[in-house]
């Protein structure tokens, strides 16, 4: 049996291949053979990217893959896991001046996505421009990968331990779902909003970007839809190793809060709803919880060893598909990819919105926020509305694109 620490793999299936990535617009076309190169070197230094999956005493885990990672000139998804990538948990695409990367979720998160893409792209632009560029910031091969990126994230802490926090609450299950999520037809709307605005709102309402956006959608839903009584549950993602003090560790231990909008609280006042916003978030985000979350991961690893694999993976392939959320916001903090910063016009952080109607991705460089809000349905009425609600409180906006909305899907695991 896998330690409790090490990737979830069933948290990914064909029904809800559950992956992220992200991807970067630069300044010029892509040159295939370079970033094909690039990607191949970067095995030295990020081995824990360049996996495939092997059954082993009643478990699934990973094991290094010699065969290349998929790098395709075509935006046509494939699947992980399958013979297209190499039976890689991840593979990568180009187009044009774009490119992307995509990955299981339950291997990693934004946190561990991004040092990747920084390092790839240090390679790829070095050698396309023959340019040397400082390294610090960077992790190339050649260095020595630290122990806090590749070992047990909680090593020292009393994760047995862990007591029940004083603040809890339930996960309401009779959320605002949107009509047209059940056509599945996914789409995503790719949106660039200048950093000092952004910002100046979170200062003036005591927000942030997550709670300053989850309020935005809130009043967005009840524009769109004003005869629902549901409500409209908004989840921000949380990283449980960074709450516990370790940020550089690849694995996903991404999680969520959750705030709930209900039909009788009014959302004309932005700096209230923004307020008791952050209020909820310090409540909920916090070491404590974070350990007491660990806990009970723990717990559900030692359960799921006393069962056969075959059942393991219908339990787990049933709980993945579970509806959670009428809408899931998630920032990876990114800021800056420094020298690198320059060649970047655009970066989007990707998650698929299986299991929640709309996602919004957040991320943020070149003194823009990029946001993909991505959808389980095609209509656009939604994302007028919310965009609608940006201009009434005089943040300026770009749509930088509208398309069908397709990450590498899953192969099933097989034992």
């Known amino acids: 049996m896998a330690e409790f620490y090490e990737p979830m793999l069933y948290m990914s299936t064909p029904e809800h291949p559950n992956t992220m990535g992200a991807y ?13 190169n690039a990607v191949e070197d970067l095995r030295a230094r990020f081995p824990y990217f360049y996996v495939k999956v092997v059954s082993f005493e009643n478990d699934l885990i990973v094991e290094d893959n010699s065969l290349p990672m998929t790098v395709r000139n075509t935006w046509e998804p494939i699947k992980l896991n399958s013979k297209e990538s190499n039976f890689h948990l991840a593979a990568w695409k180009f187009e044009g001046r774009k490119l992307a990367f995509e990955i299981s979720h339950s291997l990693t998160d934004g946190a ?29 091969p050649g260095d020595t990968i630290p122990i806090s990126e590749t070992g047990n994230p909680f090593e020292g802490l009393d994760i047995d331990g862990a007591e029940e926090p004083m603040y809890t609450r339930e996960a309401i299950t009779d959320f605002y779902r949107f009509s047209e999520g059940t056509h599945n037809d996914p789409f995503a709307t790719f949106v660039k909003i200048p950093e000092s605005q952004m910002m100046q709102y979170c200062r003036d309402y005591d927000g942030s970007p997550n709670t300053f956006l989850a309020v ?22 949380i990283d449980h ?7 550089d560790n690849y694995r996903m231990f991404a999680n969520a809060l959750e705030l709930e909008f ?8 932005i700096a209230r709803n923004c307020t008791m916003a952050r209020g909820q978030v310090m409540l909920q985000a916090s070491p404590e919880n974070s350990l007491w979350a660990m806990k009970q991961r723990k717990a559900t690893y030692v359960k799921l060893s006393q069962v056969p694999l075959d059942t393991k993976l219908g339990m787990i392939a049933k709980s993945a598909g579970s509806l959670r959320w009428s809408i899931a916001i998630s920032y990876a903090d990114s800021r800056s990819f420094g020298p690198l910063d320059p060649y970047i016009d655009e970066l ?12 919004c991705e957040v991320a943020c460089i070149n003194h823009y926020f990029f946001l993909c809000i991505a959808r389980t349905f095609p209509s656009e009425k939604f994302m007028k509305v919310f965009l609608d609600e940006l201009s009434r409180v005089g943040i300026d906006y770009e749509v930088t694109g509208t398309e069908p909305f397709h990450l590498c899907g899953m192969e099933e695991y097989r034992k």
């Open 24 to 36: 970067i617009v630069v300044k010029e076309p892509i040159d295939g053979d370079i970033l094909r």
């Open 112 to 140: 561990g996505v991004l040092p990747y893409m920084k390092s790839t792209l240090f390679l790829y632009l070095s050698r396309r421009y023959g340019m040397s560029f400082e390294t610090e910031g960077f992790r190339l």
């Open 216 to 237: 935005m959608f809130a009043r967005a839903v009840r524009h769109y839809d004003p005869d629902s009584d549901k409500t409209v549950s908004v989840s921000i993602a």
């Open 241 to 247: 190793k960074a709450m516990i003090g370790n940020h």
């Open 262 to 269: 209900t039909k009788d609280r009014s959302l004309e006042d």
């Open 348 to 359: 989007y952080l990707l998650s698929e919105p299986g299991v929640t109607d709309v996602v």
